[in-house]
C-alpha cells in the first residue's frame, strides 16, 4: 500500500509492484548516496561552514549555483549578510572533518573551520574564504534569495571556479575519492560517510 499525497489528495493505494511506502520524513533519503559539499561563507570576521546536500548547478548562462540553506545555521546569515559562498568539494580522507561540521554550529564554536582540523584562507575574488584542502571550489555571487518552505535558495553566480588536477573535462578519479553522504541512523557520524571507489 502506498499514500498519494497532496493535490491529489491523502488516500492509500496499491502499488502494483508491490513497492513500499516512503514516509514523508524519509522521501529526502531517496536521493542517497549524494556527495555532500561544503559551503563556506565570510563576513567582517567570522567564517562559516556547513556541509549541504541541497547544492546543485541550476543554469548555464548565466552559470547559477543554487543552495538551500536552512536560516537555522549560521552560515545562513553570513551568506545573506556577505553575499558571497563557495562550494568546496573534500576527498573522502576528510569525512570526519566534514561529520564534525554538521554536528556543531558556527553559533557554538566561533572557529569551527580550525576546529575541525581543516585550514581556511581567502578565495580568488575576496571576501570568499575557502577551504585550503578542497579538491575544487567554485567561489559564487549571491544574485537572489528566494524562501522555499523551511530553507532559504540561494542563486549564487560563478565568479571563479578551479579543482586539482585530477579533474579534467571530468573526474579521472586517480587521486580524487569521493565521500558519499548514505544516512545513518548511527550516532556514530563517521559512519554515514562511504568512498566512491574507483
Ligand atoms: C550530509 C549533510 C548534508 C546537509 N545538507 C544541508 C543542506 O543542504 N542545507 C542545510 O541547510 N543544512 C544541511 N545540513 C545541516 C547542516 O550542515 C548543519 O545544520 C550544520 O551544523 C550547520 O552549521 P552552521 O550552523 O555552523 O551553519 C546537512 C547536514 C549533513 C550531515
Known amino acids: 500500500m502506498i499514500y498519494v499525497y497532496g493535490a491529489l489528495k491523502d488516500r492509500v493505494v496499491e502499488d502494483k509492484l508491490a513497492r513500499k511506502a516512503v514516509g514523508k520524513d524519509k522521501v529526502h533519503r ?3 548516496p549524494v556527495v555532500p559539499v561544503l559551503i563556506t561563507s565570510s563576513h567582517e570576521s567570522r567564517v562559516g561552514c556547513m556541509p549541504a546536500i541541497s547544492c546543485t548547478p541550476l543554469s548555464f548562462n548565466p552559470l547559477l549555483i543554487g543552495v538551500a540553506i536552512s536560516p537555522k545555521n549560521s552560515t545562513h546569515g553570513l551568506v545573506e549578510k556577505s553575499g558571497y559562498f563557495a562550494v568546496n568539494w573534500l576527498s573522502h580522507v576528510h569525512a570526519s572533518k566534514v561529520a564534525y561540521m554538521a554536528e556543531v554550529s558556527g553559533r557554538e564554536v566561533a572557529d569551527k573551520i580550525s576546529a575541525s582540523g581543516l585550514t581556511v584562507q581567502d578565495g580568488h575574488s575576496s571576501p570568499i574564504a575557502v577551504i585550503k584542502e578542497a579538491v575544487a571550489v567554485i567561489e559564487c ?5 528566494r524562501r522555499i518552505g523551511d ?4 542563486l549564487g553566480e560563478c565568479l571563479v571556479a578551479y579543482a586539482e588536477e585530477d579533474f579534467e573535462d571530468y573526474w579521472l578519479f ?3 575519492v569521493p565521500m558519499l553522504y548514505v544516512g545513518s541512523e548511527s550516532t556514530v557520524f563517521r559512519r554515514k560517510y562511504v568512498a566512491l571507489k574507483r
Do not use: G, I
Request: without cysteine.
Open 30 to 32: 531517496l536521493f542517497y
Open 141 to 145: 555571487d549571491v544574485k537572489e534569495k
Open 151 to 154: 530553507h532559504d535558495l540561494f
Open 174 to 176: 586517480k587521486k580524487y
